[in-house]
C-alpha cells in the first residue's frame, strides 16, 4: 500500500455535481498538499495544510474547497466546476518542519474530467 | 519569482546508454533546495533525487546524479546505464524556505529497447 491513497482514481461529472476528492496519508506527516496537473503545464499548486491548519491558498477559485479534519486526510471538495478545471488532481504530505519538510510524497492523483 | 525551465520536452535514449536531462532556474534565493521527481505511466510523482544548494558536492543515487553548477544556475539529471523502467516523466523543482516547489514543464524520457 502506498504512503499516500487516493480515491477515487477517475471521476466525471457534469458542472452541476458536487463531488469530493479524498487523501489518505500514512507517513506521520503533518503537511498536506493539493497540487493540480494539466497537460503540458508545470504543477500548480492549489492548498497547504501544516498541523491541519491552511498556509497556503494560491488564488484558487471558489468552486474547489478543501477540508483536513486531521493530519492524516485531505479532501478536495468540487462543486459547479468548468470544463478547463479537467486535470489530475495530486496529493502529496511532507514534515511541517525540519529537512523533512523539503520531501513530498505523492498519491497516483485523480483524474478529474469534467462535461 | 523563481522560475525553473526544462528546454527539451522529450528526450530518447538506447537502453544501456547514458542520458542527461537539462534544467536551468532562477531564484534570488541563498537556500534553497533542488529537486528531480518522475511521473511514469501510474502517474504517482517518485522523488528521484535532491541537492541541497549549500552543497558544493553534486548527488548521487545509484545510476541518477545531477551536475550542479549554481553560479550557472543549472541542475542537470544524468540517468546512467538506462533500463525500460526509466521511462517517464522527469520534472525539476525547486524550494526555498516556504511551501511553494516551482515545477518545470517536464521532459518525458523514451527509452529505446
Known amino acids: 500500500e502506498t504512503g499516500v491513497t487516493q480515491t477515487p482514481r477517475h471521476l466525471v461529472m457534469g458542472m452541476t455535481n458536487k463531488k469530493s476528492l479524498k487523501c489518505e496519508q500514512h507517513?506521520?506527516?503533518?503537511?498536506m498538499y493539493w497540487y493540480k496537473q494539466s497537460a503540458k503545464k508545470p504543477l500548480e499548486l492549489m492548498f497547504v495544510y501544516s498541523l491541519e491548519e491552511r498556509v497556503e491558498n494560491n488564488s484558487v477559485p471558489s468552486r474547489f474547497s478543501p477540508e483536513c479534519p486531521n493530519s492524516s486526510h485531505l479532501f478536495l471538495h468540487l462543486h459547479t466546476l468548468q470544463p478547463e478545471d479537467s486535470a489530475l488532481y495530486l496529493c502529496a504530505s511532507s514534515q511541517s518542519q525540519g529537512t523533512g519538510a523539503n520531501v513530498l510524497t505523492f498519491g497516483a492523483g485523480s483524474r478529474l474530467t469534467v462535461l | 519569482a523563481q522560475t525553473v525551465t526544462q528546454s527539451q520536452p522529450e528526450m530518447s535514449v538506447q537502453e544501456a546508454e547514458t542520458v542527461t536531462l537539462s534544467c536551468t532556474y532562477d531564484t534570488s534565493e541563498s537556500d534553497y533546495y533542488l529537486f528531480w521527481y518522475k511521473q511514469p505511466p501510474s502517474r504517482q510523482m517518485i522523488l528521484v533525487i535532491r541537492?541541497?544548494?549549500?552543497k558544493q558536492q553534486n548527488a548521487t543515487e545509484n545510476r541518477f546524479s545531477v551536475n550542479f553548477q549554481k553560479a550557472a544556475k543549472s541542475f542537470s539529471l544524468k540517468i546512467s546505464d538506462s533500463q525500460l523502467g526509466d521511462a517517464a516523466m522527469y520534472f525539476c523543482a525547486s524550494k526555498d524556505s516556504n511551501y511553494q516547489l516551482i515545477w518545470g514543464a517536464g521532459t518525458k524520457l523514451i527509452i529505446k529497447p
Open positions: 507517513l506521520g506527516h503533518n503537511a
Open positions: 541537492q541541497e544548494a549549500y
